[in-house]
């Protein structure tokens, strides 16, 4: 079925009403074709294009046709409480179903209507990742005083060492202590700004991701990674920081290439996604940036704690690269979450679209 399609049926339902739904309604005829599909069900099942029938969904532990037919033939509703399925873009989905039976003209429809469970709990989550980053930042700005006063001082010294030195040689270890110096202040700064950044453009999400993909595949050592790119065209211009936005994905795409330990697959996949809520605010539209990578997974015990600075399952990382991004995508009125399993990670960047109002 094409998305968006409704087939004219004898009822006085007000297709607009249901339309901005938040709870995903689905109306079958007797051969159990789609005869309406509401905006939050079809972001719900996942298809960007083409719907496919309903069953062709893959749900744990239950035969949801067996429940269909069984409400078709004795007329009875049925709740199908924590409903666990994998939409048609095999994405996990915790629901509340409800199964029912209505006649219009003689005619028997199944309505089934779907309410996620999952997503309040990732909510709560939500809130506890911006509360993490709230008490991340106020810790950076208690230790910006202490190090921005000695960095001032090895910022000074290189520069006064820099100008009585003559052999260009030992000039070039002064520069560089410059740079760096230079480079970790403005990381601070960053990391202890509170306030979004002001210089927003609108711009082209998948331009982004198409940029900081061409960088990773310049460097020779990631060669065989296969990146695989499934992208929805109809995502929307979004004003955003360009820059910042480059940096919070390649420091995510970064941590995936060190994942799959440089051979294996990363997928980059774009969604709009309808009714949908970061931390306590709700927004009519976001849209998700998923980074998804096939690499050793990330420990259920970090899960919860890989956002907060010096946290990290490497030996040789610093722990920054994630928080520097979720600082980033917040200050852009965004999140970042992360679930890992089974070999894969997904790290999804969900930035809202009314940053354009």
């Known amino acids: 079925m094409e998305r968006n399609k409704k087939i004219e049926i004898d009822t006085t339902i007000n297709f607009d009403v249901l339309d901005n739904l938040r709870t995903a309604i689905l109306i079958l005829d007797e051969s159990l074709g789609y005869v309406y599909v509401n905006n939050s069900a079809e972001d719900l099942l996942g298809s960007a294009t083409t719907l496919k029938k309903i069953n062709e969904l893959k749900c744990s532990d239950v035969n949801l046709l067996t429940y269909i037919k069984n409400v078709r033939l004795d007329d009875q509703s049925v709740m199908l409480r924590d409903l666990k399925f994998k939409n048609f873009d095999r994405i996990e989905k915790i629901c509340d179903c409800i199964i029912s039976s209505y006649f219009i003209s003689n005619k028997q429809y199944i309505l089934l209507e779907f309410n996620e469970t999952g997503r309040l709990y990732n909510i709560s989550n939500d809130q506890n990742l911006i509360d993490q980053q709230k008490a991340t930042r106020e810790m950076v700005k208690g230790l910006s005083h202490e190090i921005k006063n000695p960095l001032g001082g090895i910022m000074g010294a290189a520069q006064l060492l820099d100008r009585s030195l003559t052999d260009e040689s030992q ?171 089974n070999n894969e990670t997904i790290f999804s960047i969900i930035l809202p679209w009314d940053n354009n109002e």
């Open 171 to 341: 000039t070039k270890f002064t520069k560089i202590i410059t740079k760096e110096s230079e480079r970790l202040l403005k990381l601070i700064n960053a990391m202890s700004s509170p306030s979004p950044s002001n210089e927003r453009e609108l711009i082209n999400l998948h331009e982004i991701t198409e940029h900081v993909i061409e960088l990773f595949k310049y460097d020779e050592t990631n060669s065989k990674i296969l990146f695989v790119k499934d992208y929805d065209p109809s995502i929307p211009q979004l004003n955003l920081n360009k820059n910042q936005i480059i940096q919070a994905l390649i420091n995510i795409i970064r941590n995936a290439i060190q994942a799959i330990n440089q051979d294996g697959k990363i997928i980059i996949r774009t969604r709009p996604i309808l009714k949908f809520t970061i931390g306590n605010k709700k927004h009519d539209l976001v849209i998700k940036l998923d980074i998804i990578d096939n690499g050793i997974g990330i420990p259920p015990e970090k899960l919860k704690e890989i956002f907060y600075p010096m946290v990290t399952t490497k030996n040789d990382g610093m722990g920054l690269g994630l928080t520097i991004a979720q600082s980033i995508i917040i200050q852009n009125n965004g999140l970042i979450e992360c679930n890992s399993k």
